[in-house]
């Protein structure tokens, strides 16, 4: 998506080889018409013979694309919670995931009333890395009964693994830019030119 | 808002004369085109003679409607950070907020770069209880020498006192449903009829 491209490009910080920070636009402050856009090109790319009743995502940078995504499919959107500790709860799908930068491992949550075997489950989320949220939502789908439509990825960090395990999963996963390189001591942001689909 | 009220009245779930359940459409899973309503009735209340430069809201609950929000004024969306303990940070306002539900103290924090003095900013909520966290973002537009438009909630719980509060603070509050009494017993919601400004 090249408008997101130029955005990352003008407004993206690299703090390391391995991060970089879209503050700016993204995951603390958002740019509406941007969020938009987004959800219009996952709605292009995931409506082309695909059948859609729920979209997915998790808390917190998830929401606003998430959001967008489900207007335009015209279904409604879920948010998986975080939380570090769980009380035992039957109402709930549950699933781990590892933050690898923030060291930690968190549960996150849905209520079992918003996904049943009937639902064709998009789940959005804005980076994808390791692909460990991602796996944490698929695990959630998977416990719900319900067929995942595809996974729509604002951000991808192809230098790390997440896509590849997913992709080798099986699983159809759409990235609106593909990042392969942080150069940090250059300030130089490398993109796949053609999507991997 | 009517539309709103009726998907109270059809989806909220009573647990306790205080407390309202409402993860069908507004914190859980989220109604995509009652958030766009939602968006559509703030800006139609707001716009009239002010000036807005920023939606601000707090994560998770407030980002989907406050991006709607966002969208119809044309400018960005700010969601403060929720943290129990910070490491102390020159760059983001901090604000404490006491969250009686959970009872337990929370900072909330917004980083430098996304609010200056020259700001106009519209804080955008879920919901009004005894607003611990709406002083709580108020006080961070205060710290940044900005000036508030207003704050627009989407549940507000009149019997609490945080609307009151606010209000004798001078501040602008719109509320789009106002509750004045839950009956647990009778499973009954009563709204005040015509909206408090």
Chains 1, 2 share one sequence.
Not at 65 to 89: C, D, H, I, Q, W
Not at 134 to 162: C, H, N, P, R
């Amino acid at each position: 998506m090249k408008l997101l491209k130029e955005k990352i490009q003008q407004e993206g910080i690299i703090l390391s080889e391995s991060v970089l920070k879209v503050d700016s636009f993204l995951n603390h402050q958002i740019d509406p018409d941007l969020t938009v856009a987004m959800g219009k090109d996952f709605y292009q790319h995931f409506s082309k013979g695909k059948k859609v009743t729920k979209v997915l995502t998790i808390e917190s940078s998830g929401i606003a694309v998430g959001l967008t995504t489900a207007l335009e499919f015209g279904v409604p959107l879920v948010f998986a919670r975080k939380k570090k500790s769980l009380t035992m709860n039957n109402e709930v799908f549950v699933s781990k995931v590892y933050s690898f930068t923030k060291q930690e491992t968190n549960e996150i949550t849905v209520s079992k009333k918003f996904l049943s075997a009937d639902d064709h489950v998009l789940i959005i989320d804005d980076f994808l890395a390791n692909g460990e949220a991602a796996l944490g939502l698929v695990s959630i789908v998977q416990q719900a009964g319900a067929s995942l439509a595809g996974m729509g990825i604002v951000i991808e960090k192809a230098f790390q693994d997440g896509g590849q395990k997913l992709r080798n999963a099986g699983f159809h996963v759409y990235s609106l830019a593909q990042i392969i390189r942080l150069d940090h001591e250059k300030k130089k942001i490398e993109f796949r030119e053609e999507a991997l689909v």
